[in-house]
C-alpha cells in the first residue's frame, strides 16, 4: 500500500517540479501505472488528465465499462460522452456518432443512467416553470423606464464579457456527480434540434430506452410522437419499423404469458384480442401516416392531397390549407376531383348524381387565385367538359360564353403577376381553343366564325389557330374567306411562324385555282418571297417555279430559279443549282446548261465544285458523242468506209437538208408555252 502512495505521490511531484513541455513525458506512465493501479486511483488520475487533454476519453469509457472492471460505473462514461459530444458540435470530429455512442450506451444501461418516466416529467414541469419564470422576467426588463417606481440605469444594463465569462455549471457533464441523466430532454435538446436528418433514428433510440426501462406506455407514445414529427419516408420508415418489431415482441411476450395462464381466464383472451386488433391497426394506419410525414413536409403538396382523399373515402378532407402561391402543380385538380366526386355518386359511385353540388364546387374554384392563367383556364373547360357528359350542350355553352367574356378594357398584360389571374382569364388562349372546339362540335357555322374572329381581333391566336380557322371554313364550302383567313394570319405573325401559314396558304391556292387566276397566284408568291429569311424561301421558289411551269411561261419559271439560287442559303445552293440545271436541260436542252455550270462553279464552295464539274464532264463527253456521229453520218468517205466493212450507217444527205438538220440541233428547244402571246405583249 506505501509502495502505491509513494509512487502517486512521485507521479504528483513530477507534474509541479518540470515545465509543462515535459509533461508529454510523464503522462503516459503516469496514466499506465494508474490503469494497472485500478480502482478509485484510475479514476482520479484519469480524471485530472482528462481536464487537461480530453482525447483519451473514448480509452477511459472503455475501461470503465469493460467486462474486467469489478465495479463498472456507466454513469460516468455516458456523461463524458454527452460532454464531448456538445463540445464536438460546435466544428470538432464527428459529433453525431459521439451521440449514437451515447444512446447505445444509455440503451444498455438504461436502469443506472436514465431517470424513470415519474422522474422525467416531474423534471419536464420544472423545466418548463422556469422557462415561465424567464419570460416574465424578459418582458418585466422590455417594459419602459419608470414603471412601478423603478430605478432607472442610466449608464445601460450591467455587461459581462462572454469571452472572459466562464460556462455555466451543467451536472449532466460533471463526471463526479451521481445525478442520472434526463435521456429524454437530452435527445430532443442535443439530438433532434441539432441533428434533424437523422430524426428517425433518434426517435427510435428514444423510444428502445423507455422499453428497456419496462416503460411501454411511455415507449408506444414516443413512437407515436416520432411518427408525428418526422418529414421524410427515410425517418417514417425507420420509426415505423422499430414500432413494428417493438409491438410483435411486447405481442408475443405477452401471449407467452397468457399461454402459462389458466384455459378459461377470460381476460386472458380478451388482452389476446385486444393486442391483434391493435398490431392490426398498426399495419393499416401505414398509409395515413405516410401522407400525414409528406404533407407536414410539404402541405401544399396537391398529389398528396388527392391521395389523402382517396385514402379517407366519404370523409371530408379540406384543401383549403393549401396556400395558393405555393401549391404545386395541377392545384386545379383538387377541385375538379372534388367536383367529379359528387358527379360519380360519392366514393362508392352508387349515389344519384348530385349536379348542383358539383357545379357549386367549380363555382367555387373559379373565384381561387390560382398561380396561373392556365389553371383558371382548366376549371372552366373541365366545368363545360362536365355538362357535356352529362348531355347538357347549352349549358356548357353557357358556361364557356361566362368564361370567355371580354372586358372593356383590353389593353391587359396577359403576363402580368400583379393581376388576379379572373382579370386575365379572356387572353387564356386555351381557354378559346376549347371555345371554338366546342361551337364546332355543337355549335353552328355563324358562332364557330364569332369565335374564331374574336380571338384574332384579341391577338392571341397562334398558327395553329390560323390554319384550324381556314380549314373549318374550307369544310363548309367558305373557300374565299379560308384564303382570308390566310392572309390575316400572315398579317399576325412574321417569320418564321409566317412561313409555315405561307406554306399552307400557297399550296391551298395552287390547289384550287391553278392557273386561272395566275397574276393573283404571282403576286402572292412575291409578297411571301419579299421578307422571306434565306433558309426558309427555298421551298416556295420551288412551288413558285412549279407554278409558272405549269401553268405559265417556261422562261419565267428559269428565271424564278435563277433568283432562287441567289437568294437562298449557302447550304442549299448545291441542291438549287441541281434543281436549276435539270429544269433548263428538260426545257432548252444541254447548251443552255453551260452558263448555269459556270455560275455554279464560281458560287459554290470547292468541296461542290468537285460534282458540278464532274456533272458537266460527263455531259459534254455525251454531247460530243452525239456531234461526231451526226458528222459520220454526212460525210461519203466514212460511208464507204462502213459499207466495206458491212456495217450500215445513215444514207448521205445533201449539203442543203444537212444545214438545215444541224440548224435544227443547234437551235434552243423550247416547248409550246414560249409560243404564246405575252400579257405584256397584249
Known sequence: MRTHIHARRTFDRALRTPSPSLHDRLW??????????GGETLVKVYRRYLAVDPSTTERYTSILLSDENPSPRPLEPAKLFLSLARRTAYGEQSPYQLLCDWIEEVKKYAENVGLDADEADEAAAQRKEEEKKAEEQKKEQEQPAGVNGKLIRFAGPPTVDSAKAPPPYDEDKDPRSLRKLDIEKIVKQDGLAIYKDQAGRLWSGLATYWTKRAEFDRAKATFEAGLADVVTVRDFTQIFDAYAEYSETLISGLMHMISNAEPDDE???????????????????????????????????????????????????????????????????????????????????????????????????????FKTVDDLAEIWCEWAEMELRNENYDEAIHVMQRAAAVPKNTKINYHDPSLPVQAR??????????????????????????????????????????????????????????????????????????????????????????????????????????????????????????????????????????????????????????????????????????????????????????????????????????????????????????????????????????????????????????????????
Open 28 to 37: 503516459p506512465l503516469y496514466l499506465k501505472w494508474a490503469e494497472g493501479k
Open 267 to 369: 381476460d386472458a383472451a380478451e388482452t389476446e384480442k385486444d393486442l391483434d386488433q391493435q398490431m392490426k391497426e398498426l399495419i393499416d394506419r401505414r398509409p395515413f401516416l405516410v401522407n400525414e410525414a409528406l404533407l407536414r413536409r410539404n402541405p401544399n403538396d396537391v398529389q398528396e392531397w388527392e391521395k389523402r382523399v382517396t385514402l379517407y373515402g366519404e370523409n371530408d378532407e379540406k384543401a383549403s390549407t393549401i396556400r395558393n402561391c405555393k401549391a404545386t402543380a395541377n392545384y386545379y385538380m383538387l377541385y375538379v376531383n372534388f367536383a367529379r366526386f359528387y358527379e360519380e355518386g360519392g366514393a362508392s359511385k352508387t349515389a344519384a348524381p348530385d349536379m348542383e353540388s358539383a357545379r357549386k364546387v367549380l363555382e367555387k374554384a373559379t373565384k381561387v387565385s
Open 425 to 682: 382569364l379572356f387572353k387564356s388562349l386555351k381557354l378559346w381553343s376549347f371555345y371554338a372546339d366546342l361551337e364546332e362540335s355543337i355549335g353552328d357555322v355563324e358562332t364557330t366564325k364569332a369565335v374564331y374572329d374574336k380571338i384574332l381581333e384579341l391577338r392571341i391566336a397562334n398558327a395553329q389557330i390560323i390554319v384550324n380557322y381556314a380549314g373549318f371554313l374550307e369544310e363548309n364550302k367558305y373557300f374565299e374567306e379560308s384564303l382570308k383567313v390566310y392572309e390575316r394570319g400572315v398579317e399576325l405573325f412574321t417569320y418564321p411562324v409566317a412561313f409555315e401559314i405561307w406554306n399552307i396558304y400557297l399550296a391551298k391556292f395552287v390547289k384550287r385555282y391553278g392557273g386561272k387566276k395566275l397574276e393573283r397566284a404571282r403576286d402572292l408568291f412575291e409578297q411571301a418571297l419579299e421578307q422571306c429569311p434565306q433558309k426558309h424561301c427555298k421551298p416556295l421558289f420551288l412551288m413558285y417555279a412549279q407554278l409558272e411551269e405549269e401553268h405559265g411561261l417556261a422562261k419565267r419559271s428559269m428565271s424564278i430559279l435563277d433568283r432562287a439560287c441567289q437568294a437562298v442559303a449557302d447550304e442549299d445552293k448545291f441542291e438549287m443549282y441541281t434543281v436549276y440545271i435539270a429544269k433548263a436541260t428538260a426545257n432548252f436542252g444541254l447548251p443552255a446548261t453551260r452558263p448555269i455550270y459556270e455560275k455554279a462553279i464560281e458560287v459554290l464552295p470547292n468541296r461542290q465544285t468537285a460534282h458540278v464539274l464532274a456533272a458537266l464532264s460527263s455531259r459534254q463527253g455525251g454531247a460530243q458523242e452525239i456531234e461526231s456521229e451526226h458528222k459520220g453520218a454526212s460525210d461519203p468517205m466514212a460511208a464507204m468506209e462502213r459499207e466495206a466493212l458491212g456495217t450500215k450507217g445513215p444514207s448521205f444527205v445533201p449539203s442543203k437538208d444537212r444545214t438545215t438538220i444541224q440548224q435544227a440541233e443547234e437551235a434552243p428547244q423550247g416547248n409550246a408555252d414560249e409560243i404564246q402571246i405575252d400579257d405584256e405583249d397584249l
